[in-house]
C-alpha cells in the first residue's frame, strides 16, 4: 500500500517539519515563484535535519516547452 500525506507549504507552516520523520519518504514540491533559491534550500536542509528521506523536488507551473 501507498499512503499520500499532503501538508501546508513549509514556508507557511511546521506541519511537514514534524511530519517527515514518519514518513518512509518526501517529495519536495517548489511552486513557480513562490521561494528564491536560497529559501528552498533552507527549506530542504532543514527537512533533512528533522530526519527526513527526501527523494528529490519537484518545479511546479513551469512555462511550456
Known amino acids: ?4 500525506i499532503d ?3 513549509c514556508a507557511i507552516a511546521p506541519d511537514a517539519y514534524m511530519m517527515a520523520p514518519a514518513a ?3 517529495l519536495y514540491l ?3 515563484r513562490q521561494q528564491d533559491v536560497v529559501e528552498q534550500r533552507s ?3 532543514r527537512l533533512k535535519r ?3 528521506h ?8 513551469s512555462e511550456k516547452a
Open 1 to 4: 500500500d501507498i499512503v499520500l
Open 43 to 45: 527549506i530542504i536542509a
Open 30 to 32: 517548489i511552486r513557480k
Open 54 to 61: 527526501l527523494l528529490g523536488a519537484v518545479y511546479n507551473e
Open 7 to 9: 501538508s501546508p507549504a
Open 50 to 52: 528533522f530526519g527526513a
Open 24 to 26: 518512509d519518504a518526501v
